[in-house]
T-cell receptor
Framework: KAGVTQTPRYLIKTRGQQVTLSCSPISGHRSVSWYQQTPGQGLQFLFEYFSETQRNKGNFPGRFSGRQFSNSRSEMNVSTLELGDSALYLC?????????????FGQGTRLTVV | LAKTTQPISMDSYEGQEVNITCSHN???????ITWYQQFPSQGPRFIIQ???TKVTNEVASLFIPADRKSSTLSLPRVSLSDTAVYYC???????????FGSGTRLLVRP
């Protein structure tokens, strides 16, 4: 079966712009989570959605937002981009999102802010 | 959420067994222990998960002592392709987020 698909794979944006990243989960998975990975901070949890509802949110500013559609596809948006937002953004899907279920990660979107 | 501590890096040689130990002293009763593997510029990949005692799958074994304050990921006969970062995660069943620590960078040499 198809894995988690993230688009685009690479993105270059200018400071102050906004960006939207997309994630298509594995068919049947209703939980989608987003993570930011940087060399300095490692992998950090952004937020999690289940059936179009945000259930959990990490410690990121309000510039980072997300949503989930009825088909479980998810998008995350970053407004007013800063240089420090340059990172690998990873999406993970799972059946329920609970800690005892396997999370499947996509290849990520590499965002560079210049 | 329980804090985890694992070695920053480990070296091994092809064909050897590698054991990576993770300490989680304040693990709670409803916490599960999960290990992920990550290659550069890729998303993490689930390796194994357990609650207590021993769990084995086709790629690894997970040993959890009775007090559950630590866990050991065992990789039998590693190959060069096992060079990666390995993360130990501890989270309650109703936690809808994964908290990654710094991980252990495993280098497998020929």
């Amino acid at each position: 079966k198809a894995g988690v698909t993230q688009t685009p794979r690479y993105l270059i944006k200018t400071r102050g712009q906004q960006v939207t990243l997309s994630c298509s989960p594995i068919s049947g998975h209703r939980s989608v989570s987003w993570y930011q990975q940087t060399p300095g901070q490692g992998l950090q949890f952004l937020f999690e959605y289940f059936s179009e509802t945000q259930r959990n949110k990490g410690n990121f500013p309000g510039r980072f937002s997300g949503r989930q559609f009825s088909n479980s596809r998810s998008e995350m948006n970053v407004s007013t981009l800063e240089l420090g937002d340059s990172a690998l953004y990873l999406c993970a899907s799972s059946l329920t999102g609970a800690a005892n279920t396997e999370a499947f990660f996509g290849q990520g979107t590499r965002l560079t802010v210049v | 959420l329980a804090k985890t501590t694992q070695p920053i890096s480990m070296d091994s040689y092809e064909g050897q067994e590698v054991n990576i130990t993770c300490s989680h002293n304040n693990i709670a009763t409803n916490d599960y222990i999960t290990w992920y593997q990550q290659f550069p510029s890729q998303g993490p990949r689930f390796i194994i998960q357990g609650y207590k005692t021993k769990v084995t799958n086709e790629v690894a074994s997970l040993f959890i002592p009775a007090d559950r304050k630590s866990s050991t990921l065992s990789l039998p006969r590693v190959s060069l392709s096992d060079t990666a970062v390995y993360y130990c995660l501890v989270a309650p069943i109703n936690s809808y987020k994964l908290i990654f620590g710094s991980g252990t960078r495993l280098l497998v040499r020929p």
